[in-house]
């Protein structure tokens, strides 16, 4: 939003990727429908296939034609995404050896870290601390006890 | 928390030592996972086990659903389980023999420890009260006249119902087609709707429906005791008996007197004249297949349905 | 409809359980992963040792109070708590995001509380009639529904129509994956087994809507969202003035609601697509769907709660569960002895029926205090959660209730991939809702050709199933209208435009 052109130029070049990853798509699907014993199973995705790499193909040749104005990944920390995104799926690979608390506790100290954008006191990460374990016992109480779920 | 397993441990103990029937126990409640939606077969016969259970051994059933996959996904999650005792799933056949024979799922028919057999829906043909077709006869006739322009809805594909239609039109030299519809609820819709002429189903479907659906014949050894004016294939000259089976199976971790603790509880609660009154009146068949004749059964039935699935060309 | 089986609902224990009920099924529906379906399973061994009507009160009002409490996520969080407000999330989070979260939250509630109603009422006075409709629809009228709710993409992308269908066509893909439903193939796994469940549709909506806006809230400082200054409590009268003014709407998406809950295909969030896609083809010019419209909130809101009531009709007159949670509610009353029929509602005074419908009026009635109740604090720990807790929070619940869904790990992680390709694709223009509509419309879409075709070709009469029937001629006509929306629009647009500019 600061600076627009840049922007513009990254919206651009990621609309066109994705368009063509769109693409990869339709056809791997159209292949692996070759495989299908049953002509039930062919028809849909096949014209599923069809009309996602027709749209593609046109919005690759409409965004070439005319720029497109789409957002990009905009400001932000590029840090704080990736360790949002890599500490919950360290908790789901952590899940079956560590237990479901000690796992969901990776995501939820990764996410926490992620999205901490005031100072670190003393005081806010014991308030933090507490009612994080607060929160997670509760839900896993909840799930586990009251709901049946066999959580890990 | 912690005393109250305890006693119900215990419970579960002085139970346990007074049939005398194993030297495993049970410790607290069991989940039981049935890997499909609820509403099927196999959710309202585990639903009609759950008080018997409860009462005969102190402990709660705990029904959950883990669908996906027509029952793949929680079958193949089951040798994951932890086996001791806790835990037990629905197995259902044909599924768990057609399933891995036509591609890899995940799971195997030898691989999966069940247990026991306990009950089947019988295939039978039904149609809704006002349909032409009066018997049997009406309905090959018509198919004669008109091949392939009879319509006949069931559950899915290279499931029970598919294979008693392909069985059945081979038997009696007819041409019917077959619409898979997603579950019996949806294959039963479809025909009071008119939408199809019959419909091939179970014998609880008849039971759910009451006056507005009419068996033409059901595929068991003998006439069922709820629907006793409706003739068995057999008895049409149709050498057709079986349907859909239904079982529990345990984690293959579970060691060999859990297995057996769990026969010889789902055989008593099947032995039980009030379940079996239960699911007679919601138009099931009992089965009892314990541990010990597991293996034999099976054999059959893999043979039986796997020659069926070849000749029909839904596997390899 | 006496007055017998109206005072055996009004007794204390069943007003206290469907008190309890519609509290727990709001904060059940709430939380995304926790479904109306899985609250009513967990509780329906409770329900053996108890009266058949008041267990179908108790199990009616969480049902009922679940679908509701679907709204907070969603206008919250931007994560429909159920699958059936996904169509709240459209309007509902831009309206939470510029600071009118209290008012979106009570309309929420308004209009849920009017579509139970409706719902209900159908239930208590049309049932065996309204049955009809279930048995009305075959597989073709459920292909051109499918094909209908898919032309709301249409409407959704205005300006990026081609993107639209790229994404639907994509989710109508996902929605194959997996062992196929009615053809004996497994589809697009690649030979490996954690997709032979092919994408969730509860996990897909987590992934694709909860875990794009926790990227984006941690990636920058800003408030999750913005406040007025001197905060308000829910804004009751003034939402309940917005509601009267769109009467017609309430009345139009509840009857929809009504009618959609009774086909046993269908359910909570193909009714609120197709409530909202209607409200949206019926706009007054100036109002702007997608960007914070009180009006879109009303007609799925509206329509979800109604569904409840709608559902129960083929339950209760046929056997056919209209909707899951109904599927395992039948199964209870089969365990109790209680044999669904029309005899159910023939039987007269003190019927189970009858108490268990006034029971579910009364709770739908309850929901209006308790859900403003509940409602104002979930506004207000949300606005006042500080970021760096609400995150993590939300990513925790995410991970418990996708786990939750079929206690497997590998969805977890499929939710996760999905999320973040979801995140990566809407920043360039491909919104995550395309993608949703084709997940959720594709199955539907896919049985009902292949049955059609089937049961066509063996009649002999292709045309004649796909185009000839009443009911397809008329969906066919609201697709194309729908279709044809962004045109309409667009002109109408530049018409209250000359007008202005020749008034001022």
């Given amino acids: 939003m ?151 | 928390m912690l005393k109250s397993k305890f006693f119900k441990g215990l419970m579960a103990a002085a139970i346990m030592s007074v049939a005398g029937s194993a030297s495993a126990e049970l410790n607290g409640s069991v989940s039981y996972i049935i890997p499909f939606g609820p509403g099927g077969e196999s959710d309202i016969s585990a639903r009609l086990q759950q008080p018997f259970f409860k009462e005969k051994f102190g402990q709660d059933l ?244 796997l020659g069926d699935a070849r000749e029909a060309g839904l596997i390899d | 409809m006496d007055a017998g089986s109206f005072l055996s609902a009004l007794t204390p224990l069943n007003i206290a359980f469907a008190f309890f009920g519609v509290v727990a099924g709001t904060v059940i529906g709430s939380i995304p992963g926790l479904t109306a379906t899985m609250a009513v399973a967990v509780l329906v061994p409770i329900t053996f040792s108890m009266e058949p009507a008041s267990a179908l009160i108790l199990l009616g009002a969480i049902y009922t109070g679940a679908i509701y409490g679907g709204a907070y996520a969603a206008i919250l969080l931007n994560t429909p708590g159920t699958p059936s407000a996904i169509a709240t999330t459209f309007d509902g989070y831009p309206m939470a995001q510029r600071g009118e ?155 929809i609601g009504t009618l959609v809950g009774i086909l046993p295909g269908a359910g909570g969030s193909v009714a609120g697509l197709v409530a909202y896609s209607e409200a949206r083809r019926s706009a007054r010019p100036e109002q702007r769907f997608g960007e914070g419209e009180p009006d879109g909130i009303i007609a799925t809101e509206a329509a979800n709660n109604a569904t409840v009531g709608g559902g129960f009709i083929p339950t209760l007159v046929l056997g056919i569960p209209g909707t899951p949670p109904d599927a395992v509610i039948l199964g209870a009353l089969l365990v109790q002895g209680v044999r669904t029929g029309p005899g159910l509602f023939q039987s007269g005074g003190g019927s189970i029926a009858y108490t268990f419908i006034y029971g579910l009026i009364i709770a739908t009635l309850l929901m209006l205090p308790v859900g403003l109740l509940i409602g104002r604090y979930a506004y207000k720990s949300i606005v006042a959660i500080p970021k760096a807790m609400l995150v993590p929070s939300v990513g925790f619940m995410t991970l418990i209730g996708t786990f939750a869904i079929r206690n497997s790990v590998s969805d977890v992680i499929i939710m996760i991939g999905l999320g973040v390709f979801g995140w990566v694709v809407s920043r360039f223009g491909f919104a995550a809702s395309p993608i949703v509509l084709g997940l959720i419309l594709g199955p539907i879409a896919e049985q009902g050709f292949v049955q059609t075709w089937i049961i066509g070709s063996a009649t002999e009469n292709l045309p004649g199933m796909f185009f000839g029937r009443p009911i397809s001629q008329a969906i066919v006509a609201f697709t194309l209208l729908s279709l044809m929306y962004p045109v309409f629009a667009a002109r109408r647009r530049r018409r209250a435009g000359v007008d202005r500019g020749a008034g001022s």
Avoid at chain 1, 2 to 25: C, M, P, R, W, Y
Avoid at chain 2, 266 to 271: P, R
């Fill in chain 3, 101 to 255: 979260g209290d008012l979106a939250v009570a309309l929420a509630c308004f209009a849920s509380v009017f579509g139970g109603l409706v719902g209900a009422l159908a239930l208590l006075f049309l049932a065996p009639p309204l049955s009809r409709v279930a048995l009305a629809f075959g597989p073709v009228e459920y292909f051109w529904l499918a094909i209908f709710g898919l032309s709301l993409i249409a409407s959704l992308s205005t300006g990026n129509l081609l993107k639209g269908l790229a994404g639907g066509a994509f989710g109508l893909i996902l929605s194959t994956v997996g062992v196929a439903e009615i053809s004996a193939d497994i589809r697009l796994t690649f030979g490996s087994q954690t997709m032979i469940g092919g994408f969730g549709v509860v996990g897909a909506l987590i992934g694709l809507y909860c875990i794009p806006v926790l990227i984006d809230l941690a990636a920058t400082p800003d408030r999750h969202l913005s406040i007025e200054t001197g905060v308000q409590s829910v804004r009751v009268g003034e939402a309940a003035r917005v509601a009267m003014r769109s009467k017609f709407n309430l009345l139009r998406s509840s009857i």
């Fill in chain 2, 62 to 305: 705990i029904v959950s659903y883990q669908p996906g996959g027509g029952g793949a996904v929680g079958w193949a999650s089951l040798n994951g389980l932890n086996g001791d005792g806790q835990t037990i799933m629905g197995v259902n056949l044909p599924h768990i023999i057609i399933k891995p024979a036509q591609k890899e799922v995940g799971f195997t028919t030898e691989g999966l420890n069940t247990f026991h057999m306990f009950h089947y829906t019988p295939d039978a043909i039904v149609v809704a009260t006002d349909s032409p077709y009066q018997s049997l006869q009406d309905l090959i006739d018509d198919a004669r006249d008109n091949p392939g322009k009879v319509t006949l809805s069931g559950s899915g594909k290279a499931s029970a119902n598919h294979l008693a239609q392909i069985k059945f039109d081979k038997m009696a030299e007819i041409r019917t087609t077959y619409v898979p519809f997603k579950g019996t609820g949806a294959a039963v819709t479809a025909l009071l709707g008119n939408q199809v002429k019959a419909e091939w189903g179970y014998t609880t479907v008849g039971a759910q429906q009451g006056e507005a659906v009419r068996l033409l014949a059901v595929a068991m050894q003998e006439r069922h005791p709820l629907f006793p004016e409706v003739p068995t294939f057999k008895e049409l000259g149709f050498d057709m008996v079986g349907g859909a089976y239904r079982g529990i199976a345990l984690p293959d971790s579970a060691s060999d007197e859990t297995t057996q603790m769990w026969s010889d509880m789902i055989s008593e609660i099947n032995a039980d004249p009030a379940f079996r009154q239960k699911m007679l009146d919601g138009g099931f068949a009992m089965l009892d297949i314990d541990k010990a004749k597991m293996a034999d059964f099976m054999q059959k039935l893999t043979d039986e349905y």
């Fill in chain 1, 2 to 152: 600061s600076n627009k052109v840049e922007n513009d130029t990254g919206g651009q070049l990621g609309s066109l990727i994705v368009s063509a990853v769109f693409v990869i798509v339709g056809v791997v699907t159209l292949y692996d429908s070759l495989s299908y014993s049953d002509i039930d199973s062919k028809v849909f995705p096949r014209a599923a296939a069809i009309v996602l790499i027709v749209c593609s193909m046109l919005s690759i040749v409409g965004s070439l034609l005319r720029p497109v104005r789409e957002p990009g990944f905009g400001r932000g920390a590029w840090w704080r995404r990736i360790l949002l995104v890599v500490s919950m799926l360290a908790a789901c690979l952590a899940m079956p050896q560590l237990g479901f608390l000690p796992a969901g506790f990776i995501a939820f100290g990764g996410t926490l870290m992620a999205s901490m954008h005031d100072r670190w006191t003393i005081q806010a990460a014991a308030v933090f601390l507490t009612s994080s374990i607060l929160i997670m016992v509760g839900f896993y109480s909840l799930f586990r006890f009251v709901l049946n779920v066999p959580l890990p």
